[in-house]
């Protein structure tokens, strides 16, 4: 499984699109970029999942730039109903999740 | 659709007594169902695996004889926590997967708040 790194903490205001970046410098020809979105006290909720350039859906966009080393969750227009933690899991189809820290977005009003 | 519950939301036993959770997925047939815990302030950790109809996979570290998992249909998981102690206090939160869909995208439980006095 591919090592990511993410931001432990970001803050917001309501209104502000928020990006949040993950490096996966390790990640296989059959992995994907999937992100998962925790409220306290409340199971994970998938979000998003990407292989390559743009993907995007009713709740936010996942860029991957072409070396696909990184990957950006774009959330737009947060509100304060979006404070939570957001996982970013590189995978393939067959992997276990396996949850890192993950980033602790906090919006202010 | 694909909407995973879990019984109880939260519970609250004497240390050395048993807890049975229940994973159910509501509308969907789910294959595979997973277990995980969060300690405050932490991150999920997988505990187990479980297929229906065979024994479940346990991670490194997890105790087999301490948390019992049986998933005897294809919507129904349960995790026993057998002689509860303090440190066993934490939150435990299931997922599921459908023969149709990735081991990316699993639906996840409420959680179940366990607390050992």
């Known amino acids: 499984l591919a090592k990511t790194t993410q931001p432990i903490s970001m803050d917001s205001y309501e209104g502000q699109e928020v990006n949040i970046t993950c490096s996966h410098n390790?990640?296989?020809?059959?992995?994907?970029i999937t992100w998962y979105q925790q409220f306290p006290s409340q199971g994970p909720r998938f979000i998003i999942q990407?292989?390559?350039t743009k993907v995007t859906n009713e709740v936010a966009s996942l860029f991957i730039p072409a070396d696909r080393k990184s990957s950006t969750l774009s959330l737009p227009r947060v509100s304060l109903s979006d404070t939570a933690v957001y996982y970013c899991?590189?995978?393939?189809?067959?992997?276990?999740?396996?949850f890192g820290t993950g980033t602790r977005l906090q919006v202010f009003p | 659709g694909a909407v995973v519950s879990q019984h109880p939301s939260w519970v609250i036993c004497k240390s050395g007594t048993s807890v049975k959770i229940e994973c159910r997925s509501l509308?969907?047939?789910?294959?595979?169902m997973f277990w995980y815990r969060q300690f405050p302030k932490q991150s999920l950790m997988l505990m187990a695996t479980?297929?229906?109809?065979?024994?479940?996979?346990?991670e490194q570290g997890v105790e087999k004889d301490k948390f019992l998992i049986n998933h005897a249909s294809l919507t129904l998981s349960t995790l026993t926590v057998t002689s509860a102690h303090p440190e066993d206090s934490s939150f435990y939160i299931c997922?599921?997967?459908?023969?149709?869909?990735?081991?990316?995208?699993?639906?996840f439980g409420p959680g179940t708040r366990l607390t050992v006095l």
């Open positions: 899991l590189v995978l393939n189809n067959t992997d276990k999740l396996i």
């Open positions: 509308d969907f047939q789910a294959t595979t």
């Open positions: 390790n990640i296989a020809t059959n992995d994907y």
């Open positions: 990407g292989y390559k």
């Open positions: 479980s297929n229906e109809g065979s024994k479940a996979t346990y």
């Open positions: 997922s599921a997967k459908t023969s149709g869909r990735s081991y990316n995208e699993q639906f």
